[in-house]
């Protein structure tokens, strides 16, 4: 078992910055596989980044085109997500995710956080 939770998120203008953290309380944060997945409104909710468990494999949605990185730091029993160049099509709700398992495009993740909100103005 694993507990989660985001937060960076909120209001941010197209082509500016933004970074997501996800926090966890448990010490074998450091043994999941984990990720980030979004969902817009009106839309299912979808994939958007993926890291190994010892940060060594990291993985993306195609519609990233490399705006966004994803990285760990397993002292801190936290992950990250650097939006670079946020689009208006990025606005969601962003949801940070663990599973033992690799978390890709077509992995439905065992442990999700609460969600953040991020919107990005135009």
């Known amino acids: 078992q694993v507990h989660l939770v985001e937060s960076g998120g909120g209001l941010v203008q197209a082509g500016g910055s933004l970074r997501l953290s996800c926090a966890a309380s448990e010490r074998t944060f450091g043994s999941y596989n984990v990720g980030w997945f979004r969902q817009a409104p009106g839309k299912e909710r979808e994939f958007v980044a993926g890291i190994t468990w010892d940060g060594d494999g990291a993985f993306y949605a195609d519609y990233m085109e490399g705006r966004f990185t994803i990285s760990r730091d397993n002292a801190k029993n936290t992950v990250y997500l650097q939006m670079n160049s946020p689009k208006p099509e990025d606005t969601a709700v962003y949801y940070c995710?663990?599973?033992?398992?690799?978390?890709?495009?077509?992995?439905?993740?065992?442990?999700w956080g609460q969600g953040t909100q991020v919107t990005v103005s135009s």
């Open positions: 995710v663990a599973d033992q398992i690799l978390v890709r495009v077509g992995v439905e993740p065992e442990f």
